[in-house]
């Protein structure tokens, strides 16, 4: 996973797999999906992230199984 944040645009892209965009969908007027072949979730972007998602701050944390 690739998580990338563009103070410049205040753009949030994350980046779940690294394989082909197939389509992209508008989620809303902010928010684009990109998917694979198969329809899966391969990546989002994310606009206005400050206001609507707390970048740049990020936290990540991994539990056991």
């Known amino acids: ?15 779940f797999r690294d394989v082909a965009v ?3 969908r508008d989620l809303d007027e902010d928010t684009i999906l990109d998917l694979d072949l198969r329809g899966e979730i391969c990546a989002m972007t994310i606009e206005h992230a ?7 701050q990020l936290s990540y944390e991994q539990i056991a199984a």
Not at 8 to 14: G, V
Not at 50 to 56: E, F, L, Q, T, V
């Open 1 to 15: 996973m690739k998580i990338r944040y563009f103070a410049d645009t205040d753009t949030l892209h994350i980046e």
């Open 50 to 56: 400050s206001r609507r998602a707390g970048a740049p």
């Open 22 to 24: 197939a389509e992209t």
